[in-house]
């Protein structure tokens, strides 16, 4: 089945720097890569969404890219704020019925 | 918007108890997930369906049963509780298609003592 690794663990920044989170899959037939923030004692929300005939897509401060090659995929969240400061999940699945398989998450933290 | 709505925030219960943790959700999704959330361990999937009665074992279905009578709930059931049974338990749906967003309800954190 699919696997999906998630790195770092944990990443500070200070506010206004750039933030990367890298998550690799191994699931060739994947072909949906949600991104996942999860604050502090509430629910995960998507934030952004990537299918796999798209390299690239945008939502102002927040970006992820996909590399099918490679099978793995980023987010990129640039001038960071303290509200950016959650757990980021990544995720993968084949479509149809079959569930999302999360990465282990990611702790960011944006220092003011 | 769409609402996913568990039963409880929090529970505590003794080992042995059986336990029932109720999902509904109400926008006429197929699917709907139990996953087991985790420091450093992430989302889990415990089990889902994706039709009425119709169930699969995700990646940790030990312990654990499940239960879809209607379309807009999912019931997790712990048939004998144990410590490490002690975690946040999550429910989501989504709609059947190439590659959908799963909407989450709001945790439930379990304690067994």
């Known amino acids: 089945g699919e696997n999906v690794e998630q790195h770092p663990s944990t990443l500070s920044v200070q506010e206004g720097d750039s933030a990367v989170i890298k998550c690799t899959y191994s699931d060739s037939a994947s072909n949906y890569f949600p991104w996942y923030k999860q604050e502090l004692g509430k629910r995960p929300q998507l934030i952004i969404d990537?299918?796999?005939?798209?390299g690239e897509k945008k939502d102002q401060r927040i970006a992820v890219t996909l590399n099918k090659t490679a099978k793995h995929f980023s987010l990129h969240i640039t001038e960071t704020q303290p509200e950016d400061s959650a757990v980021y999940f990544c995720?993968?699945?084949?479509?149809?019925?079959?569930?999302?398989?999360f990465g282990k998450g990611t702790r960011l933290s944006v220092i003011a | 918007d769409v609402k996913v709505t568990q039963s409880s925030r929090y529970l505590v219960k003794r080992t042995g108890e059986k336990v029932f943790l109720e999902c509904v959700q109400d926008?006429?999704?197929?699917?709907m997930f139990w996953y087991r959330q985790d420091p450093g361990l992430g989302l889990r999937l415990i089990y889902f369906?994706?039709?009425?009665?119709?169930?699969e074992k995700g990646d940790i279905p030990e312990g654990y049963s499940v239960s879809r009578e209607k379309k807009e709930r999912f019931s997790l059931i712990l048939e004998s509780a144990s410590t490490n049974q002690t975690s946040m338990y999550l429910c989501?749906?989504?709609?059947?298609?190439?590659?959908?967003?799963?909407?989450f309800g709001q945790g439930t954190r379990l304690t067994v003592v």
């Open positions: 926008m006429d999704h197929e699917n």
């Open positions: 989501a749906s989504s709609v059947t298609g190439r590659g959908t967003e799963a909407f």
């Open positions: 995720a993968a699945s084949i479509g149809g019925n079959t569930p999302l398989v």
């Open positions: 990537i299918r796999s005939n798209v």
């Open positions: 369906s994706y039709d009425v009665k119709m169930k």
